[in-house]
Nanobody, 126 residues
């Protein structure tokens, strides 16, 4: 099973940018479709962005579309989430997630996830 470690979280002012990274180990990253989820205090975990094994297919939650970009570098076993124009409502713990996939598809349901990272906190101040 792949192990995932997120980094890059922190405190940023509204309108600012952050880039999250997810370093994978233990398995070949190109075997996995990858997702980012987030969980704000008192709320359920929600889907943010997904990318297929090759990186050729991406999908975003409507709340972040146009502001966030998911990408991957399979050679570096790393997935990224570039977050621009951040809003206070983006404050949450952000989790990297992996789905062992047979096809070059995307997955958006938490039920599909095979491995989770421990998360990195993003705080956006107003």
């Amino acid at each position: 099973q792949v192990q995932l470690v997120e980094s890059g979280g922190g405190l940023v002012q509204a309108g600012g940018s952050l880039r999250l990274s997810c370093q994978a180990s233990g398995r070949t990253l190109s075997d996995y479709a990858m997702d980012w989820f987030r969980q704000a205090p008192g709320k359920e975990r929600e889907f943010v962005a997904a990318i297929s094994r090759s990186g050729g297919i991406t999908h975003y939650a409507s709340s972040v579309k146009g502001r966030f970009t998911i990408s991957r570098d399979n050679a570096k076993s790393t997935v990224y989430l570039q977050m621009n124009s951040l809003k206070p409502e983006d404050t949450a713990v952000y989790y990297c997630a992996a789905v062992l996939a047979n096809f070059d598809s995307i997955y958006t349901s938490p039920a599909a996830i095979d491995s989770w990272g421990k998360g990195t906190l993003v705080t956006v101040s107003s």
